[in-house]
């Protein structure tokens, strides 16, 4: 999975807590993405970043926040989890814009 | 909102036959890249086609692009059972300072052995 991790890789938490996800890369690449993946909706971006504190929305952004303060990890907070983020999360990484990105494998959450 | 559709949505096939998915998608795009998804995992990217190339090949895997139609398709040749998988079509496209890649929803693959 060229060089990326995700933990924990699977979590199962309460409704109204929070939750901190972790994608930890080794190939010093510029970009980040956290991505969501449901069934019948493939995957949708939640925010992403292009550098160290820089990062910027995606399409389904409401109720997570993410943190950069180290090129090789990218934070996805959800403040207050609920049922309808119950989901699979995908960390993503490219050298730049407009080229391949290479995913983590994953971290299954289930909200209750 | 999604910007390619994969079509069909499943596709069951006999190993050694041909695979052939569709996709399409509504604006203007930079590129179109092909995802495989084993059942579990993470993505890992297949090809790559830039708006301005026709054709592209790699492997068994052969990627065409018509932007005037706005659609593209992935032919897997004489394929193995170890193809089953679904696949993703991502369009990039930029616009308002960014770039994002915007995934359709698969085509799962079944290969019979």
């Known amino acids: 999975d060229a060089g990326i991790t995700q933990s924990p890789r699977h979590k199962v938490t309460e409704t109204g807590t929070p939750v901190t996800l972790r994608c930890h890369q080794t190939e010093n690449h510029r970009y980040m993405y956290w991505y969501r993946q449901d069934p019948g909706h493939g995957l949708r971006l939640i925010h992403y970043?292009?550098?160290?504190?820089?990062?910027d929305k995606g399409e389904v952004s409401d109720g997570y926040s993410v943190s950069r303060s180290k090129t090789e990890d990218f934070l996805l907070t959800l403040e207050s989890a609920t049922s309808s983020q119950t989901s699979v999360y995908f960390c993503?990484?490219?050298?730049?814009?407009?080229?391949?990105?290479?995913f983590g494998p994953g971290t299954r959450l289930t909200v209750l | 909102s999604q910007q390619g559709e994969e079509d069909p949505q499943a596709l069951s096939i006999q190993e050694g036959e041909n695979a052939t998915m569709n996709c399409s998608y509504k604006t203007s795009i930079n590129n179109l890249q092909w995802y495989r998804q084993n059942s579990g995992r993470g993505l890992v990217h297949l090809i790559l086609?830039?708006?301005?190339?026709r054709e592209k090949h790699s492997g068994r895997l052969r990627v065409t692009l018509d932007t005037s139609k706005k659609s593209s398709s992935l032919l897997i040749t004489a394929s193995r059972a170890a193809d089953t998988a679904s696949y993703f079509c991502a369009t990039g496209s930029s616009g308002a300072g960014s770039y994002q890649l915007t995934f359709g929803k698969g085509t799962k693959l079944s290969v019979i052995p």
């Open positions: 993503a990484i490219s050298e730049s814009v407009g080229v391949t990105q290479y």
């Open positions: 970043s292009y550098g160290v504190k820089d990062t």
């Open positions: 086609i830039r708006s301005n190339e």
